[in-house]
């Protein structure tokens, strides 16, 4: 985490605290053993931690939490934020660009106050500011643009601290500056307005403490969702062959901005990966842009020096780019050199629309090498998926056999998948054959199905009910011997509809021979008429 963003962060924890729980009484204290010179040291530690050492009354050590500022700690015996750890943070407010006068500003911000110097500055340059920033207007660009916002609404996140119905009314106010522009330019503003809202959101999501974060992140989330879902519409509906020079520089300002959050290796709460993937597909109409940019990719992946980068975004993006040129091969070459859990999402759109194209050969070259991946991983997650383009490849290409042998091999995770595949392709022998490979029984399937495959191919159903009359008598009690014989009674309706009554005759006569020691099971087969 970088020093600036430390700062900012713990700011914002202790002026949560302020509001919330510590005393102003506190911060004065604080601010006075801070000016009085008693901060022996304050640094910064691993895992946004601020370490120090005051010397008050005794000497004492303070860590300051910046992840959960609950979990900070002062050796002194007053419980709880002290002013100790008030003094430490000023400290290292001094220590940082800006000095004394850093730390100044942070001490009249956390009281909600103005220093003097501050409102001396504003007062002399009172005549030559207006009083409302006029917003850039349409022929600026989207740098100054995004200038404007950060200076004029670059705190608004603080006050999300538990929502961010903050930043609705500032979204709507953003796009209303160009309701009277041109399509291709509103769009434009609209995307960058969209982009400074989710960064405002993204800051707020790291003042929430570790605890508490996760049920934060999936309200933010749902919060910011229409948004997202707007942002990807515009993008859409941009036309990159069409643009011209000012449209092209304003798109390259924004993808280039969203590029950033996308190769960050920190923790975000949106996916900006799939927004800059998104940019990519609709900007790759451009042929002169794609080329520009899949060689900054290229270049970016080979540079060593660029350890904050997210390589794994970058061979994901190089790999997708390869894709929308037909250049499959290099493509799944990218991608092997990701992490699949994060970029089956992108991968599996791939092979589902070389299958539309209907480019087999492709198809199977993609299917194998996803194959490789989930075979390794084997959950729920990345099968599920997998099994569902394998169902649609057997529907379009029956004749290929290796869609089944998949399906089949990651048995038992692909179960459900190809049970419905095979009752929805009738296929009744290959379907009762994996109910009795998984051990299910004829109560645990669907009895619209057991209908169905019962009036169209009894003969398939017959061993799953000869599996289950084994497994219930195997019970060796009285309950288990009645479920035997209702199993029976459906059995002799399937050989009836089979009409191959001689060979049911024979079935049972075997039944009752091999079990004629249990006498329980010989009066339930009598009280069931099975045998007269």
């Known amino acids: 985490m970088s020093v600036m963003h430390l700062n900012e962060k713990l700011h914002a924890l202790i002026e949560q605290q302020l509001n919330v729980h510590v005393e102003t009484t506190i911060m004065k204290r604080g601010w006075q053993y801070y000016m009085e010179g008693k901060v022996n040291s304050a640094n910064e530690g691993s895992h946004d931690n601020l370490y120090g050492v005051v010397q008050g009354s005794d000497l004492y050590a303070v860590i300051l939490d910046a992840g959960n500022l609950r979990y900070s700690s002062c050796t002194c015996p007053y419980t709880g934020f002290c002013k100790h750890m008030a003094a430490v943070y000023f400290q290292y407010c001094s220590q940082q660009e800006g000095g004394h006068s850093l730390a100044e500003r942070s001490y009249f911000r956390l009281l909600g106050l103005s220093s003097a110097s501050t409102l001396l500055k504003n007062t002399q340059a009172e005549p030559k500011v207006p009083a409302a920033v006029r917003d850039p207007g349409a022929l600026a660009t989207a740098d100054e643009w995004l200038e404007w916002m950060e200076a004029t609404h670059g705190e608004v996140w603080r006050k999300c601290r538990h929502s961010l119905h903050a930043l609705q009314p500032l979204l709507s106010s953003l796009k209303g500056l160009s309701k009277d522009w041109e399509k291709p330019m509103q769009r434009l503003h609209w995307s960058t307005a969209i982009l400074f809202v989710l960064e405002q959101a993204e800051r707020a999501i790291n003042t929430v403490d570790s605890f508490s974060r996760y049920y934060h992140e999936m309200s933010f989330i749902r919060m910011a969702e229409p948004w997202v879902e707007h942002l990807y519409t515009l993008v859409s509906e941009l036309t990159p062959e069409a643009m011209e020079q000012r449209e092209e520089a304003w798109a390259d300002a924004l ?75 290099q493509a799944i070459c990218h991608f092997a050199l990701t992490s699949f859990e ?66 089949t091999q990651l048995l038992p995770y692909s179960y459900s998948e190809l049970s419905d595949h095979w009752l929805d392709q009738k296929r009744y022998e290959e379907w009762a054959d994996l109910q009795m490979l998984v051990g299910s029984r004829p109560e645990d399937v669907g009895a619209h199905a057991l209908r169905e495959i019962a009036k169209l191919a009894p003969r398939a159903l017959m061993p799953l009910y000869h599996q289950s009359v084994e497994a219930s008598i195997q019970t060796r009690n009285r309950q288990g011997y009645r479920m035997a014989v209702k199993q029976l009674k459906k059995l002799e309706r399937l050989y009836k509809a089979d009409k191959d009554l001689p060979r049911w005759d024979y079935y049972i006569a075997g039944l009752v021979r091999k079990h004629q020691r249990l006498r329980a099971f010989q009066e339930e087969l009598w009280k069931g008429k099975i045998v007269t």
């Open 255 to 329: 993808i280039a901005k969203v590029k950033i959050w996308a190769s960050s290796t920190e923790r975000q709460l949106f996916d900006w990966e799939y927004m800059y993937l998104a940019f990519c597909e609709k900007l790759s109409e451009s042929r002169s842009w794609y080329e520009r940019e899949l060689a900054s990719l290229v270049g970016l992946s080979k540079t060593e020096e660029a350890e904050d980068v997210n390589k794994a975004f970058l061979h994901t993006a190089i790999g997708i780019m390869y894709f929308f040129d037909m250049r499959d091969d």
């Open 342 to 407: 994060r970029s089956q999402k992108v991968m599996y759109p791939c092979a589902a629309q070389r299958m539309e194209e209907g480019k087999w050969e492709l198809v199977e070259h993609w299917m194998s090498f996803l194959f490789e991946s989930v075979n390794k991983v084997k959950n729920g997650r990345s099968v599920g998926p997998f099994v569902t383009l394998c169902r649609r490849a057997d529907l379009d290409r029956p004749d290929l056999q290796v869609w089944t042998d998949y399906m």
